[in-house]
C-alpha cells in the first residue's frame, strides 16, 4: 500500500507557479547502521523521485541515505494546461510507488 | 494575561514551600523550536499524518475470523470515536482492571473480529490507535470520573515520584523540579502525554506513549517496564489525570 | 572503514572541476536543530527561470556525515521559479553547501553552518 500525501492545488490560473509538496512513509535504512545482534542493516533508501505533468517530467531527484525518514520535498511548477501529475519513487529493493494529483487550469 | 501571571506567581509562592515549582500546565509542543512546532501544526508536513491515513485504511478494511472492519460496528470513526481518546486508560468491565486505547483497540480485534492483537508498537497498532485518539484532536483530556481509577493513579504517581535507577532520579524531579530547563540539548517538558501516539524524530517513525516512557527509564538507568506492564498502565493513568484540560494533540511531533 | 570524501571533494564530483562562484544560491535552514534526523532546508536560486536562462540542476552536500551527498534535484523552465524544501539527516554539526548548475553551464553556491543538539532519553537500538 502506497501511503503518500500530495499537496497541490485542484485550480490554478494559466501560467501560475504552483507549489507542490509530496511526502512518502519509507524507512530510508542508510545501510550505516547494525542491528541488535551486530549484522550491518542493509541499506534500502528512496534513491530516486520523479513527477511527471502529462507524462512529461518536470521534475526529477536523487537521493542518498541523508534524506530524512519518510521523504518530503516541496517544488513548484508553471501551470499549463488541466492535467495529471504524477508522482513515482523508487527505491533500492526496486519498489516504485507512485500517486497521482489532477489539476485544473483556467 | 497580566491576571493570569499574576495567578501563577501566586500558585507559586503558595507552592514554594513545598520545594516544587508550581507552573502553568503546558504541554510539549510549548517548549520545541518553531520548526518542530510548524512540522507539527501543518498536516502536509507532518509525517505523523502518513499513520493516520494508513490507520484510516485499516479501519475500513475486514479482519479477523469475523470478517468485520471496525467500521462495520462502529460506523464513521468522526463519529463514533470522537472524544474516546480523551477517556483512556479506563476500566475495562469484563477485566475490572484499566486499560488503554492501544489495548481497547487489540481487546476488540480478538473479541469482535476474532482476529490475532497486534503486537505491542506494531505499525498496524499505532495507526489505529493514531487514527482513534486524531478523532479527539483539539479536545481538552477528560479522563473518567470513575472511583475505581483512583488506587491505578496513585500507584502511577508513587512511581512518578520515585527515586528509580542507577542515577536515583525520580521523574518527578525532572518533569517537576525542572521543567523548562534545559538538560544537554533538550529542553526538559513537563511530560504531560497529549500527543501519542507521535512521530519522534529520534525515532523516525511513530511511537507510543509506553516506548517514550521506556525511553525515560533507560534515561534513568533503570530497567525500562514490559510493553503493556501494569505499572506502565498505571503511569499513563496517572500522567493523564495529571493533564487534565490540555488538548489532544494526536499525531504529535517531538524531538 | 573507507574514509569519505571531503566536501570538497564531493563537490568536485558534482562539477567535474569546472569553477564554482559564490552567490545567486541561498540556503535557508535553522542555525540550531532539536535532532539532526529531520532537518527541515530550502535551496533558493536567483534566476529568471525562462528558456534560454534558467537552473539545470541543483547539488546538496553535506560535510561530516558517512557519506557527503544528500540529493540533486534536476529542475527546467517548467518549475517556474527555483525553490525547493526537503528534509535532511546531519549526523552532527557541520556545514551544508548547494550547488546550482544554470543553463549556461555557470556554477554557483551558497552554504550555511547548522549546530545540532543531541536528544536526550534516547533507546539502544531494539
Not at chain 1, 507524462?55 to 494546461?81: G, K, L, Q, R
Not at chain 2, 524524530?201 to 534513568?220: A, K, P, Y
Request: hydrophobic share 40%.
Amino acid at each position: 500500500m502506497t501511503r503518500a500525501l500530495i499537496n497541490t492545488p485542484k485550480q490554478a490560473q494559466q501560467g501560475e507557479v504552483i507549489e507542490i509538496r509530496a511526502m512518502i512513509a519509507h524507512v530510508m535504512e542508510t545501510g550505516h547502521r547494525r542491528d541488535a545482534q551486530g549484522a550491518a542493516v542493509p541499506r534500502n533508501i528512496i534513491h530516486r523521485f520523479q513527477c511527471l505533468y502529462d507524462d512529461v517530467e518536470i521534475f526529477a531527484a536523487d537521493f542518498y541515505p541523508a534524506m530524512a525518514a519518510n521523504p518530503f520535498i516541496a517544488f513548484s511548477t508553471v501551470a499549463t494546461t488541466s492535467g495529471v501529475l504524477t508522482f513515482a519513487w523508487t527505491d533500492d529493493q526496486g519498489t516504485i510507488q507512485r500517486a497521482t494529483a489532477e489539476i485544473t487550469v483556467v | 494575561m497580566a491576571l493570569k501571571h499574576g495567578l501563577a506567581a501566586a500558585v507559586l509562592a503558595l507552592l514554594g514551600a513545598g520545594g516544587l515549582v508550581a507552573q502553568e500546565k503546558r504541554s510539549g509542543l510549548d517548549y520545541m523550536t518553531p520548526e518542530t512546532r510548524a512540522m507539527q501544526e501543518d498536516d502536509m508536513s507532518n509525517p505523523g499524518m502518513l499513520f493516520i491515513a494508513e490507520g484510516e485504511g485499516l479501519w475500513q478494511a475486514p479482519a479477523g475470523a469475523a470478517n468485520i472492519a471496525c467500521s462495520g460496528c462502529h460506523g464513521t470513526a468522526a463519529q463514533s470515536m470522537r472524544g474516546t481518546a480523551t477517556r483512556y486508560p479506563a476500566i475495562e468491565e469484563s477485566t475490572r482492571r484499566p486499560i488503554d486505547l492501544a489495548g481497547r483497540i487489540n481487546l476488540c480485534r480478538q473479541t469482535q473480529q476474532k482476529a490475532q492483537a497486534f503486537p505491542a508498537e506494531s505499525p498496524e497498532l499505532l495507526a489505529l490507535t493514531a487514527y482513534v485518539a486524531h478523532q479527539s484532536r483539539g479536545m481538552p483530556i477528560a479522563p473518567p470520573a470513575d472511583d475505581r481509577l483512583t488506587p491505578y493513579r496513585k500507584s502511577g504517581r508513587d512511581l512518578f515520584e520515585r527515586r528509580l535507577g542507577q542515577l536515583g532520579l525520580s521523574c518527578a524531579a525532572c518533569h517537576e523540579g525542572h521543567a523548562g530547563q534545559r538538560l544537554g540539548g533538550s529542553i526538559i517538558p513537563q511530560a504531560h502525554p497529549t500527543a501519542y501516539p507521535l512521530y519522534r524524530l529520534e525515532w523516525q517513525t511513530l511511537g507510543s506513549l509506553q516506548r517514550r516512557l521506556r525511553n525515560c527509564m533507560t534515561g534513568m538507568r533503570a530497567e525500562p517496564f514490559a510493553h503493556g506492564a501494569p505499572e506502565l498502565i498505571a503511569l499513563e493513568a496517572y500522567l493523564m489525570s495529571r493533564a487534565t484540560g490540555l488538548p489532544i494533540e494526536t499525531p504529535g511531533v517531538r524531538p | 572503514m573507507t574514509t569519505r570524501p571531503t566536501l570538497a571533494e564531493a563537490v568536485r564530483g558534482f562539477t567535474g572541476n569546472r569553477d564554482v562562484r559564490p552567490g545567486r544560491v541561498k540556503l535557508d535552514v535553522p542555525p540550531l536543530v532539536e535532532n539532526g534526523n529531520a532537518v527541515g532546508i530550502t535551496v533558493t536560486v536567483e534566476s529568471p527561470m525562462s528558456a534560454n536562462d534558467h537552473v539545470r540542476r541543483i547539488g546538496l552536500f553535506n560535510e561530516k556525515n558517512p557519506q557527503a551527498d544528500i540529493a540533486v534535484f534536476h529542475l527546467g523552465p517548467r518549475a517556474g521559479r527555483a525553490r525547493i524544501s526537503t528534509r535532511i539527516r546531519l549526523a552532527s554539526s557541520q556545514t551544508v553547501m548547494a550547488v546550482a548548475e544554470m543553463s549556461d553551464g555557470s556554477l554557483w553556491f551558497g552554504e550555511a553552518q547548522v549546530i545540532v543538539t543531541l536528544a536526550a532519553c534516547i533507546e539502544d537500538l531494539l
